[in-house]
């Protein structure tokens, strides 16, 4: 299956793109996709657990399974005042 998966603000930054398809095995979760990038993007280890993620504009947990086409996007935490 094939999965898009959306960057945005420091996640865009850290991993030089806005946006990449990527084939994942099926069954494939939610939290198993953050796994990978984590791997992968070494700015996002940091993170001492996966940020909120949104599966085709959705909030979703970790244990969610992705489906071919689905739209992924983790969202960064936010500093404001």
């Known amino acids: 299956m094939q999965v898009r998966i959306l960057y945005f603000a420091s996640f865009r930054d850290a991993a ?3 946006e990449e398809d990527r084939p994942l095995p099926e069954g ?3 939290s198993d996709l ?5 791997r992968e993007v070494p700015a996002f280890g940091r ?3 996966m940020p ?3 599966v085709n ?3 979703q947990p970790g244990h969610v399974k992705l489906e071919d ?6 969202l960064p935490p936010v500093a404001g005042g």
């Open 16 to 18: 030089g793109r806005t």
């Open 28 to 30: 494939s979760r939610v």
């Open 34 to 38: 953050w796994e990978i990038l984590s």
């Open 47 to 49: 993170f001492p657990r």
């Open 52 to 54: 909120p993620a949104a």
């Open 57 to 59: 504009r959705l909030y």
């Open 69 to 74: 086409g689905d739209e992924v996007a983790f």
